[in-house]
T-cell receptor, first 113, second 112 residues
Framework: EAEVAQSPRYKITEKSQAVAFWCDPI?????LYWYRQILGQGPELLVQ????????DSQLPKDRFSAERLKGVDSTLKIQPAELGDSAMYLC???????????FGQGTRLTVV | DAKTTQPPSMDCAEGRAANLPCNHS???????VYWYRQIHSQGPQYIIH???NNETNEMASLIITEDRKSSTLILPHATLRDTAVYYC?????????????FGAGTTVTVRA
């Protein structure tokens, strides 16, 4: 069964360092999402791509976060510099078409120390 | 998208049916009810969705009241692996504004 792949699964980084997460969506899925989930809360959408274009990044803290999906396939989410409050699970999801459901990856657990 | 209200937690005995309630009193006519669950340390998983008729799949059943202001997700024979956070969401189909408002969900603990 096809899955959304994310790496790394776990990341510990020091405050003020740069960190990057990678997501490989299910093949053929044009839409890709990055979510952030703080412990005890539901996921919060950060950015949405349609192919290589950003559709919505209104919730992305653009002073330190960036996301790209250069060839419309895999995607990278970067944080620079990381802050203590960025500690969270970062989830990637993808879906094939407009009337289909999204599939989520296992997430990257980030701890900023 | 309409907001939903769910109990913060519930326990269920293994092998028994688990009935998870969700209130969505402000749901509009074209909004569907979706259920996702999130097992610890994993990404959310789609379970089922419906508009007004009851729905059943291999994972669960969804019962929507006639006035559509509330619904119940039924796990017919809960197992320990069903322990998870369950999210009830309402949204219009094909809405590309995919800001799923997950909320805090219901933490379901299935006990042996």
């Amino acid at each position: 069964e096809a899955e959304v792949a994310q790496s790394p699964r776990y990341k510990i980084t020091e405050k003020s360092q740069a960190v990057a997460f990678w997501c490989d969506p299910i093949s053929g899925h044009a839409t890709l999402y990055w979510y952030r989930q703080i412990l005890g809360q539901g996921p919060e959408l950060l950015v949405q791509f349609q192919d290589e274009s950003v559709v919505d990044d209104s919730q992305l803290p653009k002073d330190r976060f960036s996301a790209e999906r250069l060839k419309g396939v895999d995607s990278t989410l970067k944080i620079q510099p990381a802050e203590l409050g960025d500690s969270a699970m970062y989830l990637c999801a993808s879906k094939k078409g407009r009337y289909t459901e999204a599939f989520f990856g296992q997430g990257t657990r980030l701890t900023v120390v | 998208d309409a907001k939903t209200t769910q109990p913060p937690s519930m326990d269920c005995a293994e092998g028994r049916a688990a009935n998870l309630p969700c209130n969505h009193s402000t749901i509009s006519g074209n909004e569907y009810v979706y259920w996702y669950r999130q097992i610890h340390s994993q990404g959310p998983q789609y379970i089922i969705h419906g508009l007004k008729n009851n729905e059943t799949n291999e994972m669960a059943s969804l019962i929507i009241t006639e006035d559509r202001k509330s619904s119940t997700l039924i796990l017919p024979h809960a197992t320990l692996r069903d322990t998870a956070v369950y999210y009830c969401i309402v949204r219009a189909p094909g809405n590309d504004d995919y800001k799923l408002s997950f909320g805090a969900g219901t933490t379901v603990t299935v006990r042996a």
